[in-house]
C-alpha cells in the first residue's frame, strides 16, 4: 500500500524523497497523554521533513476510510479495541499503536508506556513514605490497565503488604438507592489507614478524591488529604490534576518521547523494514508531587491533625499553644508523638511546613517573593531568603529558575 509502492528511505537522520510522506492521526486527544504524543509526532515530523501530518476530524468516518481519502502512507493510533486493530491489520497499511495493546503486537506495533514500571514507581513511592496500607483504585475486571495494577500490588506484597484492589461497578441492587460517589465511599470506607491510592489514570484520581470527601464529611475530621490518605493518578494531565482541590499528586508519563518514537518507526516501516518482534516501550518520568500525596504515612490521629491544622494556617501565626488548644490535646502528648512518629518537635514542623510551601509557591507560582514569604507566614521577606540560602544555597530567584517546571 501506499508508501510500500513507494519507498522512502533516510540517510543522516532525514527523509531523502521528492514527495510527502502522508501520515493519519486516529488519536484521542480529549487525553493529555494522545496530546503529548501529538508533540512528540510534530516534533519527529520536522526532523525528518516532508512527513505531513494529517489528524482524523471526522468522527463518522472510520480511521480506514480517512487514510484512503488522503492516502496515506502510514497511520498512527491510540485504540486498543479489537476490531480497529484488527481491520487496519487486514488493510497491511504501515501503522504503530501508541496505546499498550501489547496482546495484539503482532497485528499492529505498539510503541507505549512501561506499565510494569509504572506501576513499582507508584508502589516504591509509598513505601518509601512509611505507608503499609495500600489500595488501587479501579474496577478488578478491567484488563488495559491490569499490568499497572500488577505491578503495584506485586511490589508491596513482596514487602509483606496486601493491596486492595476495586471498587467494583454498581450493582442493580445499587442503582438509584447510590451515587458512583457514595458508592466507591463505602468501599473506601473499610480501608485501614494511613492509606496508599494509586489511580491507573488521573480521572480516576479525581473519582477517588469526591469519594474521600464523602467520607471527610462523614467522620466530622476523618480521611484527611494527604496525612491519612494519599492519592497518586497517571499522565499527569493538568485539566484534572490542577482543577480538583487537593491538586492531584500524578506519574509524568513519556508521551512526547513515545511519540517521536513512534514516527521513527513507522517511517521505517514505510521504508519497508520490519516491526520489533516485542514493544518499544517508555519508561514514565517522575511523580509529580502536588497536595493530593504526603511526604510521610501519618498513623497516628493526633499527630496527622496536628499537620493538618499547620497545612492550613501557614498564612497565620501558628503557635503550640493555639494548636493544642485546636486540638484539645495536652502539649507534652502532642510533643512526644511528634517525636516518635515523624522524629521532629512540633515548631520544626511549623517551619519545615513553611519552607516546602515557600518552595512550592516559587516552582508553581509567578508570586513575587513578598506574597510568597506572607503566604508562608514569614513575616519578613529577608527571613525567606536567609532560610533558603541555609536550606538548599540558592536565592529565591535561583530556585525558582532551577525547579520550574510546565505542567
Known sequence: MGGRDRPVTRASGSLEMNRSVNILLALRTQFAFDREVVLGLARCARTFGNVVLHPKQFIEQSTWEMAQAIKADGIIISDSSSEEVEELAAKQIPCVNVANDIERHHLIPVVGNDDK??????????LQRGYRYFAFFGEPTVEYFRPRREAFCRVVEAAGCQCAIGPT?????ERGRLSLDE???AWLAQLQKPLGIMCPYDVYAVQAIQALRILQAESKGGWRIPEEVSVVGVDNDPMLCLTVSPQISSVATSGFKIGFTALELLLEMIDGKPPPPQPILIPPGEIVQRGSSGEMAIADPDVAAAVNYIKFNLGHS????KMVDALAVSRRTLERKFAQVLGRTPSEQIRH????????????TDLSLREVARRSGFVWQQRLANILREDCKMTPVEFRKRFRRED
Not at 514500571?117 to 509509598?126: K, L, M, P, Q, W
Not at 501558628?318 to 499553644?321: K, N, R, V
Open 117 to 126: 514500571i509504572i506501576g513499582e514507581t507508584v508502589a516504591s513511592y509509598y
Open 169 to 173: 461497578s454498581l450493582d442493580n441492587s
Open 183 to 185: 458508592h466507591d465511599a
Open 318 to 321: 501558628i503557635t503550640i499553644g
Open 353 to 364: 511546613a513553611r519552607i516546602s510551601h515557600a518552595k512550592q509557591l516559587l516552582i508553581e
